[in-house]
């Protein structure tokens, strides 16, 4: 007698199995014949029994169909033999070529989890990069990361803790990059904020304005305002005792009044009224104005 | 048409006319049917039928020891199978006439 190769034997099982509520007797004649035949049929073909003659599964209910005895009474499935059935449906076996797409994912789930419990900071260009030392190291390291694990998926070794625990991270990931970055502060609000208070020329502060008629004397206590009749205050931030503030009857205070003087220190006196920054007023020919 | 679908009801002749032919074993009359033509039948449809034959009383079985392996389950037709198989002869020979006329006839038509 030959032996029984043993891929004849599991398919065998197989079938014995799925014919478990048969009586005894029937299922072992039937298995007899299918077992002597299974065994010349391998060493006709020397190939996979299986990829010949289909799942045993499918082998038992046609065996079963064409011996004219009754299916079991199908039980309701249970939520495992609904998943058996569902992972064992040839379409959803289909979604299987998309499992490298979930090695790569994984990859940057698993650096991007790991930024995230760091804290890193986040490509502000690319908000889908943390920034782990830069954005192209973080870029490298998830290159790399991908390289390691399509090779883990190729080798098929899987470790079903650490798959599950991927899956789990996906999702701090997934909130993390849904939400909107926060909008890049720029160099712009930092020149909103460096607008001055009072009196500038192109952006630098004035402590003082000296007016001089054409005739090159300078002028005292000069009123000016803007084009909508805005005084031109030069407010004093912290009021100073020695800045000579021009006062109404009423003891209002007039900040617009050019140039402004001090006072001497415990003298309550200019002692320099005409005090002036070097300047030569030029020659001017244009006739003057004449006031109405 | 599917071959399958018409082999299904004509399998039970076709495997009682094996038999009758000569006594075979399961893989035996699985060759000699594919032999025959029907490459579509099932290894599964083959040994179901010739179990549910025997069951039936139209087949009779006997085991004979064989030098290349296990033992083996031989099926040899009764009085009864070759009862049903004159009568099956009959059906088919009178149906496949029917059917032949009709398609040709359509055919004609056609043409």
């Known amino acids: 007698m030959t032996a029984v190769p043993p891929e004849v034997t599991v398919y065998l099982a197989a079938i014995r199995a799925a014919l478990a509520d048969l009586p005894a007797e029937e299922r072992e004649d039937l298995l007899a014949d299918v077992r002597g035949s299974l065994v010349e049929a391998a060493a006709d073909s020397g190939g996979n029994i299986a990829a010949r003659l289909g799942p045993p599964e499918e082998f038992a209910a046609e065996l079963r169909a064409a011996a004219g005895l009754q299916a079991p009474d199908e039980p309701r499935p249970g ?21 490298p797409i979930w090695w790569v994912a994984r990859a940057y789930v698993a650096v991007a ?51 599950a625990a991927l899956v789990v991270a996906a999702i701090p990931v997934a909130v993390h990059l849904s939400h909107k970055p926060v909008p890049p502060s720029t160099v712009v609000y930092i020149e909103t904020a460096a607008y001055q208070q009072g009196l500038s020329y ?91 | ?70 033992h083996r389950r031989y099926y040899g037709i009764t009085d009864s199978g070759r009862a049903q198989l004159a009568e099956a002869r009959e059906v088919w020979a009178e149906f496949s006439r029917v059917l032949t006329d009709l398609l040709q006839t359509e055919v004609e038509v056609k043409a």
């Open chain 1, 113 to 163: 989890v790991v930024a995230l419990l760091a804290g890193t900071g986040w490509s502000l260009t690319y908000p889908i990069v943390p920034r782990i030392g830069s954005g192209a190291w973080a870029l490298v390291l998830i290159g790399l990361a991908a390289v390691v694990s399509v090779w883990l998926g190729l080798t098929r070794r899987s470790w079903l803790v650490a798959e």
């Open chain 1, 79 to 99: 939520f495992r033999e609904l998943l058996r059935r569902l992972t064992a449906d040839p379409r959803v076996r289909e979604l299987r070529r998309l499992v």
């Open chain 2, 1 to 70: 048409m599917d071959r399958s679908q018409l082999l299904r009801g004509a399998l039970d002749a076709a495997t009682l006319a094996v038999v009758a032919d000569e006594d075979g074993y399961g893989y035996d009359v699985l060759r000699r049917l594919r032999a025959a033509g029907l490459i579509d039948v099932g290894d599964a449809s083959i040994y179901g039928t010739l179990r549910r034959l025997y069951r039936a009383g139209a087949l009779t079985s006997y085991v004979q020891p064989s030098d290349e392996g296990p």
């Open chain 1, 202 to 292: 192109n952006g630098v502060p004035l402590n003082n304005l000296y007016p001089y008629s054409r005739d090159g004397h300078m002028l005292h206590d000069v009123l000016l305002y803007t084009g909508s009749g805005t005084p031109i205050d030069a407010p004093a931030g912290v009021p100073d005792p020695l800045r000579r503030v021009l006062r109404t009857k009423a003891g209002k205070p007039v900040e617009n009044a050019f140039p402004i003087r001090y006072f001497d220190p415990g003298t309550g006196r200019v002692s320099h009224p005409d005090a002036s920054p070097p300047v030569r007023i030029p020659r001017i020919v244009t006739p003057p104005l004449r006031s109405r």
